[in-house]
Structure formats: C-alpha cells, structure tokens
C-alpha cells in the first residue's frame, strides 16, 4: 500500500522569501507519480507540480520545484518568492499505477501562512 | 480550456431528500472522478469512471450513486444521507485513467450540509 506523510501542520514564511514543504513517501512500485496541489480556503485543488519516478531532473514550474530525492523518499515543494496569495493548504500526493485505473493518495497537508 | 465546472457550490438538504451533484468538463478527458473532503483533512476517493464505465468504487455507502450519461458529464445521486455525510464533494478529470504523468484537475466543489 502506497502511503504519504506531510509532518508540517503549519508553516509560516514572509513575503519574498523562500519556503520549502516536507513530503515523504512510501510505496513498494517502482514505477509511480508525486503531486502538488493547492487548495486555497474557496476549495478548488489547484494542480501545481509532477515527478515521475522515472524523471532524472527535478521538476519546475515557475516558482515551484520539487527536491526530489528518490533514494530518501522524499518530495519536497519548494516555493520561491513567496506572494500573500500562496497562503493556502497544500497537499502531496502519489499516483497509483494500475493495470485499470489511476488512484490518489493524498498526504495530509501543510498550512502555509504568508506574512509582510 | 483547463476548467471542471460543478454546480451547486452550496447545498443543503435534510435526511429524507433526494439531490443531485453535476459536474462538466469540456477536455475531452476520459476519466472522472468524485472525491468527498471533510474538513481539514486530504480528499478521499470515492468513485472513478472510464470512458463512462464505473472503474472503481472505493465502498461507497448506497446512498451515494453515481452516474456517468456521456463522457462530459458527472452525476452523484444523493438520497437518504446521514449528517456526517457533510463535507465538501470535489470532482476531477484526467485525459486518461492508468499510468501517472496526467495530473487530475479538480473542479471548485460542492459544500453540501446534511440537516
């Protein structure tokens, strides 16, 4: 069974900085997909970042890139230049690659507060 | 076009109703899915649908039925809920159902309190 753990509750970063959120994993495919999403306090999960298992480089979008070190597990979103309008919930999540369907499988979550 | 569109956003309904949930995406993606999210926790799967068969049902209580008409449309059947049943109900897509690359796209969700 393929399980995610987000150890932050909550973060706090000022504006224009940089914050980096824990993500660990496990799972005993060798072939799978990390997420970022985003989910401000209106609801909507906002896709932000993907890493293949397979991916060599660390993926990036934008201010997002994801600390991918596969040998320790981990996902780590880093966010640069933090804006007040990152202020939101993220969550890490793994793909599940079955012969029928794809499942998500959500971490908990991290709080992120952005101040001035 | 990137965009789930959900309607209601809010509900309210009491223990005897029967209501529905839609949900539309125009992406041309083959594969939809409904998550329930309680409050301050991550969303859980519920239902997946490919190519507008049921693929997955993750032990869904009866009283939640969901209905696939055409491969842009998304339909939950609510009826005979229970209060704990109140949590926000968020659909997705995907372009496609297995392998991993293809992130889902969620639409904004529907608050639905059960009186």
């Known amino acids: 069974a393929q399980k995610i753990t987000q150890t932050q509750p909550g973060m706090f970063v000022q504006e224009k900085e940089a914050v980096t959120l824990d993500c660990t994993y496990d799972t005993s495919d060798p072939s799978y997909g990390l997420f970022w999403y985003k989910q401000p306090s209106s609801g909507e999960m906002i896709f932000l970042i993907y890493q293949g298992s397979y991916d060599q480089q660390n993926a990036t979008e934008g201010r997002y890139s994801l600390n991918f070190q596969k040998a320790r597990k981990s996902a780590n979103l880093v966010i640069s230049a933090s804006q007040l309008g990152d202020s939101a919930m993220y969550f890490c999540a793994m793909s599940d690659y079955t012969g029928t369907a794809s499942k998500l499988t959500f971490g908990t979550g991290t709080r992120l507060q952005v101040t001035l | 076009d990137t965009e789930v569109t959900q309607t209601p956003k809010h509900l309210v309904m009491g223990m005897t109703n029967k209501k529905s949930l ?94």
């Open chain 2, 22 to 115: 839609k949900c539309e995406q125009h992406m041309g993606h083959r594969a939809m899915y409904w998550y329930k999210q309680k409050a301050k926790k991550p969303p859980e799967l519920m239902f997946v649908y490919s190519y507008e068969k049921l693929s997955i049902n993750e032990s869904v209580p009866s009283r939640f039925s969901p209905e696939c008409p055409n491969s842009s449309l998304l339909n939950l059947h609510l009826h005979a809920l229970q209060p704990e049943d109140s949590a926000l109900y968020l659909c997705a897509s995907s372009p496609r159902l297995a392998g991993g690359s293809y992130e889902q796209y969620f639409g904004p969700g529907t608050r639905l309190t059960v009186t």
